[in-house]
Nanobody, 125 residues
Framework: QVQLVESGGGLVQPGGSLRLSCALS????????IGWFRQAPGKGREGVSC????????RYADSVKDRFTISRDNAKNTVSLRLNNVKPGDTAVYYC??????????????????WGQGTQVTVSS
């Protein structure tokens, strides 16, 4: 049974940093892409960043490029998202999700099958 569990959310000041982690279990192979998505109040779910467990290829939304970094540790079955220089517009519930894709792909929520429960990130002074 595939499971994803997010951790690391919280309150952070503008310009600060935060690290989100996604613990993976139940995967039988590395032919999966793992993505981070977010949903702010009153808005749709958007792709933030995705990574292939197979070859490590990555994809970022333009709004987070050069600020966020996604990484994987296949030995520990985790995928992390480092958030740097956060802005109030980054406030949202962040979800990690898995898709049966060998590459990061377009990082679209519609392609992802398994979802975690989400973790809240609030950027405020």
């Amino acid at each position: 049974q595939v499971q994803l569990v997010e951790s690391g959310g919280g309150l952070v000041q503008p310009g600060g940093s935060l690290r989100l982690s996604c613990a993976l279990s139940g995967f039988t192979d590395k032919y999966y892409a793992i993505g981070w998505f977010r949903q702010a109040p009153g808005k749709g779910r958007e792709g933030v960043s995705c990574i292939s467990r197979l070859d490590g290829s990555t994809r970022y939304a333009d709004s987070v490029k050069d600020r966020f970094t996604i990484s994987r540790d296949n030995a520990k079955n985790t995928v992390s998202l480092r958030l740097n220089n956060v802005k109030p517009g980054d406030t949202a519930v962040y979800y990690c999700a898995a898709a049966p894709l060998g590459v990061a792909g377009p990082c679209s929520p519609a392609d992802f099958t398994y979802w975690g429960q989400g973790t809240q990130v609030t950027v405020s002074s």
